[in-house]
């Protein structure tokens, strides 16, 4: 059994910053990638950046060199940093891990709250 729960979210401005937190209890082992996913009102939910056990990053174009997802494995933390933040980056953000079993499966954290105000 694995919970992730995410911290860090709130109410920013345009051009702000954020740090995103996501921490790990459980069989984390069973987790091979960990990633942010976020769905705004009224439109799908969509994948926002993903780190794998072995380092690899992937990120949506929408926020390709604003945004970073780092992992501290000492800390069981997953972390995302928004930086430059716009009205449309505005969602729930939600943590996610998947694990590679017999059967994949994802974990989801309760997620967090972004607003970005003009």
């Known amino acids: 059994q ?7 979210g709130g109410l920013v ?20 990638v960990m990633g942010w996913y976020r769905q ?9 950046a993903a780190i794998t056990s072995g ?4 990120y949506a ?9 780092s ?3 000492a800390k069981n933390t997953v972390y995302l940093q ?5 009205p449309e980056d505005t969602a729930v953000y ?4 998947h694990a590679r079993l017999v059967v994949p499966y994802d974990y989801w954290g309760q997620g967090t709250q972004v607003t970005v105000s003009s």
């Open 2 to 8: 694995v919970q992730l729960v995410e911290s860090g």
């Open 13 to 32: 401005q345009a051009g702000g910053s954020l740090r995103l937190s996501c921490a790990a209890s459980g069989s984390i082992f069973r987790i091979n």
């Open 40 to 48: 705004a009102p009224g439109k799908q939910r969509e994948l926002v």
């Open 55 to 58: 380092g690899t990053t992937n």
């Open 61 to 69: 174009d929408s926020v390709k060199g604003r945004f970073t997802i």
């Open 71 to 73: 992992r501290d494995n």
């Open 82 to 86: 928004m930086n430059s933040l716009k």
């Open 94 to 97: 939600y943590c996610n891990g």
